[in-house]
């Protein structure tokens, strides 16, 4: 993979793909206002899968599945949308249906999606089941508004599996929880997982999961974005921290500085500018790099490419 500007904005972690951006507006098969923060998962044979959000000229978003053999370039995009909101059967999806995280449920067999359903009550939690990204079976909402930047782990801990999201609380701001469930239906348990960070820190205030946890030797290496609010907006950067696979309610350490900022054209500037929101990865077959998805200025979606080993290295250093 060609790389770009390894030491600008950020330790130099996350080195982005020459070609970004990758998928955009114009590579849709139909009409589109905007494509971005992709969920991201391999195929069994080995073709990369992105689930991005597609937002249409009425503001609302679906979820449409591009398909690569490299994760990189030849994208074949369905032709339609392919998960659709379903208001009718499920009123909180009214609005839309947003930001997916997908995780491989090895017990069920089945992949399982963790979206935003956007609706008059605001912003839950859903969860949907898939084998093959074409037929979803919804489990519904699974949390309260307003709640979301949520991922189901992919191995249950104990009996139970495991969910990480983000509820917004009145006077505690937004933190990252983590809660239980039998069935992945029935949560408890609920606990803060990490909490946001005050003052003038670059995660004060608002974080959230960014993607799913990517299971390392040495526990879950976690990718979460902060928001620091400005007079002019948000500004979304990604950082990291590393999470006991055994009882991952547990941070074992957390990054200071952020790993990735928008620095290019694509990230500063889109229909919310300043906003790097990466919602998946991809381990390549050695085990090490990763491929980093993510949505750029809410307007297109942009890949960078890691490696596991440096990144738990830094973090040794930087937390
Ligand atoms: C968050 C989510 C994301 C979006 C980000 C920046 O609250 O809605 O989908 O990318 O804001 O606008």
Redo the contacts with the bound molecule.
């Keep these: 993979m060609n790389i770009t500007d390894p030491h600008s904005r950020g330790p130099g972690l996350l080195r982005r793909y020459r070609e970004n951006p990758i998928l955009t507006r114009d590579s849709w098969p139909y009409r589109v206002n905007t494509v ?2 992709p969920a991201a998962t391999r195929l069994d044979d080995g073709t990369t899968l992105l689930l991005c ?1 597609v937002e249409d000229h009425r503001g609302k978003s679906h979820l449409t599945a591009a398909r690569s053999s490299n994760g990189l370039d030849n994208w074949e995009i369905d032709p339609a949308p392919t998960m659709v909101p379903s208001p009718d059967t499920h009123p909180e999806e009214l609005w839309g249906i ?2 997916p995280r997908i995780t491989f449920l090895r017990e069920l067999g089945r992949y399982c999606i963790a979206y ?1 359903a956007y609706g008059q009550q605001g ?1 839950m939690v859903s969860l949907a089941l898939t084998e093959d990204f074409k037929t979803f079976e919804r489990l519904g909402p699974v949390s309260m508004p307003w709640d ?2 949520a991922a189901v782990l992919p191995e249950k801990v104990g009996d139970d599996w495991v969910l990480i999201h983000r509820p917004t609380t009145v006077g505690s701001g937004s933190n990252m929880w983590i809660s239980y469930s039998p069935d992945l239906i029935h949560w408890g348990r609920h606990q803060i997982m990490l909490h946001a960070r005050s003052g003038g820190w670059w995660d004060a205030n608002k974080i ?1 999961l960014s993607p799913p946890p990517i299971d390392t030797g040495e526990g879950l290496l976690v990718m979460y ?1 902060g ?1 620091r609010e400005t007079a002019s907006g ?1 500004i ?1 950067r990604i950082g990291l921290a590393l999470f006991d696979k055994a009882d991952p309610a547990r941070c074992i350490r957390r990054g200071d500085e952020w790993i990735m900022a928008a620095e290019q054209p694509y990230e500063l500037f889109g ?2 500018g300043n ?1 790097v ?1 990466p919602c998946g990865t991809t381990v390549h077959d050695d085990g090490d790099t990763i491929n980093v998805y993510y ?1 750029a200025g ?1 307007s297109c979606i942009a890949v960078a490419t890691g490696s596991i080993k440096e990144m738990l290295a830094w973090l040794k250093d930087h937390s």
Excluded: C, L, Q, S
């Design positions: 971005f923060n959000r947003e930001d935003t912003a979301k930047d959230g974005h928001v948000g979304y229909d919310v906003v929101f949505g809410d």
